[in-house]
């Protein structure tokens, strides 16, 4: 039995200091001596192991101690893996077949500039993306799709990444919402309600970061308007479907900005059209993947169109149906719930903590799309054993990047080095409102998940509010929010973007490419989050 202890030094600081070793590990590795992310992630792994097992620091058993970190590489799989390579393999099948071309056209076609275009690739439809799937998922379709329409792989990835901050509060169906209230016992409608109040600050601003990622300060000078017009209309459908519905929340803002966008661009254009990308005509050829991919003379027929798009309409139906009350009920009862063994901890308090591996394997995210590409394979008429031999081919070390990085997650956590760090800075009295995101930030740049961030610090975030006298809806609504901009410095994310665009190993120049990002947009947050906690914006909390 391992009974947990969350400063065993007997100073906090000093105990702080040795739990934060792990991911400084990572980060320095990847950011500053540029290895590659796997080598990074084991790297990290084996300090945070030591730190766990070593008897000056948290004495937890060797054997448990890697039990945690089989327990994390399994999680890893379900939450992560499973998720992200159904995704990428449904877009494989469409590649293959020919039918992502009449994708890539379908999107070009949106706008003839490449960077209105990225805005409703990346921002809009890879909100949607995360809305039904999240996972990795929207970051490794939109950055295929983002070089289908001109961008270079690089800069492709940078953009997927950014975009995907302001829709992962409410991802997955408004999951990580829902973790919050499960993990601190309270409603998780206030909690909705409360994110919906702090990143859609954050949405208005996504856009014009993506149009000064896509062509600098004459994108910003150029095409602000569409920056500002899917903004403002993603923010305000956020704020709105948060306060009484926050599962539905991302696929309102996605769609709604996404049609305001293209209305938008009916009747503005910007003064200069910026990398638009041609249909090729094409001759009269028997192949139909020749086709799909140059262009028919007359352009994409509407079968093309509607084919090309049927994948994703079936990602978005089956979905949709899993969340109809009746229809999740029974899908609810595939939950297999069993105890992990070898785990026997103990919290402070004395009480036992139950490690068990959940695997709700019909209702999963994962499955959904699985079914999703079959379905995708009969449409197609594509051989999806070889779309699937691909998929993971192309992952390669990423997949080792994503275990390793779980597999550190839980050693820190069962050992209790999270908690340590969460005490440190709930220490901050008042102050820990402005430290507050920063604590999510955390969460999710070593689990990947703002799900898995959630679970980790949620409750240490509602009692720092009790302590202060706020209300919890702030604190642990702020773990959510804050956590969304450390998605895209997470290793397995790096892993997953740079896997996407044919870039594996370069996952340390990414992170040096999106790092920047990622503070300022904290910062942003952290301020925001401070003057909620005050009367100047306590108009705010529900």
Request: with cysteine.
């Amino acid at each position: 039995m391992y009974h947990q202890n969350f400063n065993p030094t007997g100073s906090l600081g000093l105990s702080a200091l040795l739990a934060a070793l792990p991911l400084l590990t990572v980060l320095v590795l990847l950011g500053v001596f540029k290895w590659k992310a796997h080598w990074a992630g084991l790297s990290g792994l084996v300090v945070g192991l030591l730190i766990a097992m070593l008897p000056f620091a948290y004495s937890m058993p060797i054997g448990q101690a890697l039990d945690s970190a089989l327990f994390g590489a399994a999680r890893a799989v379900l939450l992560i893996l499973w998720i992200t390579f159904n995704a990428i393999w449904i877009y494989k099948m469409t590649e293959r077949s020919g039918h992502f071309a009449v994708l890539r056209r379908a999107f070009a076609g949106i706008s003839d500039d490449k960077r209105i275009s990225a805005i409703v690739i990346a921002f809009s439809f890879g909100a949607l993306l995360e809305a039904l799937a999240g996972g990795g998922s929207p970051i490794a379709i939109c950055a295929v799709m983002l070089i289908a329409i001109g961008f270079e792989p690089i800069r492709a990835a940078v953009l997927a990444l950014i975009a995907n901050t302001a829709p992962v509060a409410f991802g997955g169906m408004g999951n990580p919402i829902t973790i919050l209230g499960s993990v601190t016992g309270l409603p998780p409608e206030p909690f909705g309600a409360m994110a919906g109040r702090q990143v859609a600050f954050i949405a208005l601003i996504i856009p014009f970061v993506l149009v000064f990622v896509a062509d600098g300060r004459r994108g910003l000078r150029q095409a602000w308007p569409a920056a500002l017009v899917a903004g403002v209309s993603f923010g305000a459908t956020q704020i709105l479907f948060s306060q009484f519905n926050y599962k539905l929340t991302d696929i309102a803002a996605a769609l709604v900005s996404a049609v305001v966008l293209v209305a938008f661009g009916k009747v503005w254009k910007p003064v200069e059209t910026v990398g638009a990308v041609p249909t090729i005509a094409g001759g009269s050829v028997d192949d139909p993947v020749f086709v799909r991919t140059h262009g028919r003379p007359g352009g994409d027929s509407t079968r093309d169109k509607v084919v090309a798009f049927l994948p994703y309409v079936y990602v978005i139906v089956l979905f949709s149906l899993a969340q109809i009350p009746a229809i999740k009920a029974v899908l609810d009862k595939a939950l297999v719930k069993p105890v992990w063994p070898g785990l026997h901890l103990v919290n402070p308090a004395g009480k036992p903590v139950v490690v068990t591996y959940d695997l709700p394997w019909a209702s999963h995210p994962g499955t959904l799309l699985f079914v999703a590409g079959l379905l995708t394979a009969l449409t197609l008429w594509t051989n999806p054993v070889k779309a699937y031999a691909a998929t993971i081919r192309q992952f390669g070390w990423a997949i080792v990047t994503i275990l390793a990085v779980f597999a550190l997650a839980f050693v820190m956590q069962y050992s209790g080095q999270i908690q340590t760090l969460g005490l440190l800075l709930a220490g901050a009295g008042a102050f820990f409102a402005f430290l507050s995101p920063i604590v999510g930030w955390f969460g999710v740049a070593i689990t990947g998940t703002d799900a898995g961030a959630n679970a980790l610090m949620a409750k240490l975030q509602t009692t720092a509010a009790g302590q202060l006298n706020i209300p919890p809806e702030l604190f642990g609504a702020a773990n959510s929010s804050g956590g969304v901009m450390g998605k895209m410095i997470s290793p397995q994310n790096l892993a997953i973007g740079t896997a996407a665009v044919g870039l594996v190993g370069e996952e340390g120049t990414l992170f040096r490419r999106v790092i920047g990002w990622s503070a300022v947009l904290l910062l942003v947050l952290c301020v925001l989050v401070f003057l909620q906690s005050t009367p100047v914006l306590g108009w705010l909390v529900p």
